[in-house]
């Protein structure tokens, strides 16, 4: 009989499926695990690809040196003398600070943090800080709400509107879908708010086009309408809300003309939306990341956390601003040192390469562990000049990704089927064990032993004293006594007892006035003003057709957009499928570019070529490109400057503006 062994997907994703797995002879086979009632026993193309890279032909197993321009096969035990020498070398020619450690969430199994527990080790090194990702909304709902936290899913069938906003779950969470089609069965109706008709309208009651970077403005536009016609949550916003006057008087400025130019959205438009917020109550607001990945990015979901607080839209079945689940980190123990026996340096995502560039004491040695910095990180040409500047670069993967391959080192991780790990994700409820369903690939090694015996090499062992098992044991200890362990999660996932269906359903939010805070201390500190991140305006909203502005905007008039591939995740399972270029008819019929052509796009960083693809559903000041793919080892980063947002030091990937022109006829 074959063994079926309980696991779980690593990938970055919200939906976090459950997955048993059985070894065939053919391979793996991996299916959906019915125990997670958010997952279903189905999952993506994505978790399958898993599977079958274990096996695949790119699949790294054995250490390997850069010898020229090629690779020579060296031992583990050279590998751990040659890393060891040179971590000792740059720790004594610089300090701890000369090593850089590039690390983000190519894996989501708790043992991968022991990689930051090594370098804590060594007193701390240098490391990106902020965020590739939700840093901006992060930032924001933890100075609105004390923490960033969301109703469960399953809480969404008693909403009576839910906005979809900048989120496409069609593409990067398949399993809220069946969600949101039950929560339609049972009267709910469906809005999506994005300046792409994306997939999920299709199913939707109303999409409304709005210009890149300006849902900041039409929540503010919206709270207008809604302080206008009376429709304020008075109650509510007396009880537990901070600031409602301050925020009242600046909603003052932007009335619903000055907010249709801003946004573009129509003023008919904007009162239909409002009078569905408040007709259609409670309303659950799904954010995605795609409307913070802007410079304002923590204003604007700032202002969407203020129109869910006025209309009393908090902490109530059915509604709530949804945008992450970070819970569990509080309540599980911590692999890190105490932080008082490290001291890192740190920069920005955003800036990473030109701080690297500048760093004194420089950069000697890099590690780059569960991330692809030459490809996702913004500023690919610069990322490409700082790491060749450095003097010895090591990449810890499966596969041999772009940073890898401009590497002198690149070690042989396994893969989740290859040992044992704990998922809990900031996004999922559940915490599901990952079981080891075969041995490693080749000599291809789990990080948790990896780091130990380097540790050990370099006299550190004493930080690393557990097998893998006892760390997870470690790390779920202080669940224990509410019956959570690893022996019940090898049954079978578990959603964390402190998870609330509905968040903030005890409304004691965690901020120091315990309520809801839109005039905050806290944003004042970060941005001189507490009320600065509602501002609003973007000084630059394209004009379609980019006539009417000025400097750098003229030239380059139209928002790039790179929101996240849907046959892969990332740079993951995008080998092979080309880049693409979306654009609106009304763009292609401007530069004479039929569907297919090469089209040449440009930037004030720098140009990529692909084929064109047109469609109605691109904003017509818009070139979409999904991020992630790549051509001769550059994506769109290639075209992307690194600019950090408002608040949370996020990447603003979506704020670069580019042009296009027509190159070779198909
Ligand atoms: N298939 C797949 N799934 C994934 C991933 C993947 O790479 N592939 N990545 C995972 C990760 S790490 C993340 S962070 C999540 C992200 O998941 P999402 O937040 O759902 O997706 P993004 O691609 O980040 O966001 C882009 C969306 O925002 C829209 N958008 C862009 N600018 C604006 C704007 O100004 N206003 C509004 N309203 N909308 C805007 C885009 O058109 C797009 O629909 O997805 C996860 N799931
Ligand atoms: N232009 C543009 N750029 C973007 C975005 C965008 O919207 N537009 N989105 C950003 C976002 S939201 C994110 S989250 C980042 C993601 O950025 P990255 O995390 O760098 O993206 P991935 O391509 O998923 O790279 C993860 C790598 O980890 C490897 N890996 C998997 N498992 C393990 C393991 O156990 N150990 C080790 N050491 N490695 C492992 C994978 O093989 C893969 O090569 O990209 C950002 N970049
Ligand atoms: S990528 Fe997401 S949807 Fe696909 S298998 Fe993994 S968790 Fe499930
Ligand atoms: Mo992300």
Redesign the pocket.
Known sequence: MTEVVRSACPL???DSCAFLVEKTQQGLRVYGDRENPITRGFI?A?GRALAERVFSRDRLRFPQLRAGTSWKRISWEEAYKLLAGEIRRTVEETGPWGIFHHFD?GHNGVLRALDRRFFQALGGVTEPRGSM??GAGYRAQEIDFGAVRSSLWQDLVRAGLIIL?????A???IHLQPLLRAARRQGAKLIV????R?RSADFADAYFR??????GALALGLAHIVLDRGWLDQDFVKAHVKGFSAFAVRVKDFPPAKVSALTGMSVEDMRFLAESMGREKPVSFLL????Q??TNGGNTVRAVDALAALTGNVGRPGAGVHFAHAYHKRNLNSLFLPPGDWQSRAFPHALLAQSLKQADPPVRLALVTRSNPLVQQPDSLLWREVWQGIRFKVVLDTVMTETAKQSDLVLPVTTVFEEEDLIATSWSPFLQYAGKVLEPQGEAKAEPLLFTELAQRLGLGRYFPFSAAKWLEYVLEPLAQQGVTLGRLKEGPLRAPYIPEVAWGDYLFATPSGKIELFSELARKESGDPMANFTGERPDVPGGDGSGLEGETREFPFYL?T????????SQFMEGKGLRVFIHPSLAGRFKLSPGDMVLVSTARGQLQAPVAVSEAIHPSCV?IP??VTAGGLGVNQLIGGRVSDLGESTSY?EERCTVRATIRA
Request: proline share 13%; glycine share 14%.
């Open positions: 970055n994703c919200p993506c994505k969430y990702c939700w906003w900048g989120r496409d779950p593409v990067t969470s708010i994005n300046p792409v994306v709005v210009n890149p970077g300006t849902d995605g990341y795609g409307l990945r802007y957009l929101p996240h591939p849907a046959a892969g995740i990332h979409v991020e992630g979506y």
